[in-house]
């Protein structure tokens, strides 16, 4: 049975940079042609999709982020983890780190439990 | 970027009822359509993919349908399990998400 969960600091303060961790169990980061994805929801608030990694590595943003978010593989660890710097109070959400198996159109199947991260001063 | 808007936002239901959401895209996503049902404090799950097909598990009282920019998801005979809230995700170009329509008692 495979599955996700977020890691990561859960309190941030503006301008420095949320970095949290993915551990995929029950399946490899590198195998098949899934693609592994972040989605961010604030409190009371809708879903916002961040970006994805593929297998090999390649990866998409969200145009709304991009310039501000990475998301990398870390095969040694069976891991992928998202970097979104300069973080303000809007960057404050529960964030979601999910899988797309290939051949459904790109819908996520799959979902950690979410972390909340909270940027305050 | 592509906008999806669902309505309604929110709607009332009884156990027992057929409630239908609707999902619009800003411009043709193709097949490319998806919805989920999220309740309090859990992840999204995914309801519907490529606008009809059911995943594996999802009861046959949900079904969905659409073209285009226009989509629908019908919920047949209201279960109590099923007051939560939906979203549409179209995956053509990025991927977005519609506000949510919340079903409550």
């Known amino acids: 049975q495979v599955q996700l969960h977020e890691s990561g600091p859960g309190l941030l303060k503006p301008s420095q940079t949320l970095s949290l961790t993915c551990t995929v169990s029950g399946a490899s980061v590198t195998g098949g042609s899934y693609h592994w994805s972040w989605i961010r929801q604030p409190a009371g608030k809708g879903l916002e999709w961040i970006g994805r990694i593929s297998a090999s590595a390649n990866s998409n943003y969200s145009p709304s982020l991009r310039g501000r978010v990475s998301i990398s593989l870390d095969t040694s660890q069976n891991q992928f983890s998202l970097r979104v710097t300069s973080v303000t109070d809007a960057d404050t959400a529960v964030y979601f780190c999910?899988?797309?198996?290939?051949?459904?159109?790109?819908?996520?199947?799959?979902w950690g439990q979410g972390t909340l991260v909270t940027v305050s001063s | 970027d592509i906008q999806m808007t669902q309505s309604p936002s929110s709607l009332s239901a009884s156990v027992g009822d057929r409630i239908t959401i609707t999902c619009r895209a800003s411009q043709n996503v193709y097949n490319y359509l998806n919805w989920y049902q999220q309740k309090p404090g859990k992840a999204p799950q995914l309801l519907i993919y490529a606008v009809s097909s059911l995943q594996s598990g999802v009861p046959s009282r949900f079904a969905a349908g659409g073209s285009g920019t226009d989509f629908t998801l019908t919920i047949n005979s209201l279960q109590p399990e099923d007051f939560a809230t939906y979203y549409c995700q179209q995956t053509y170009s990025a991927r977005t998400f519609g506000q949510g329509t919340k079903v409550e008692v």
């Open positions: 999910a899988r797309e198996p290939p051949n459904i159109v790109g819908a996520t199947s799959l």
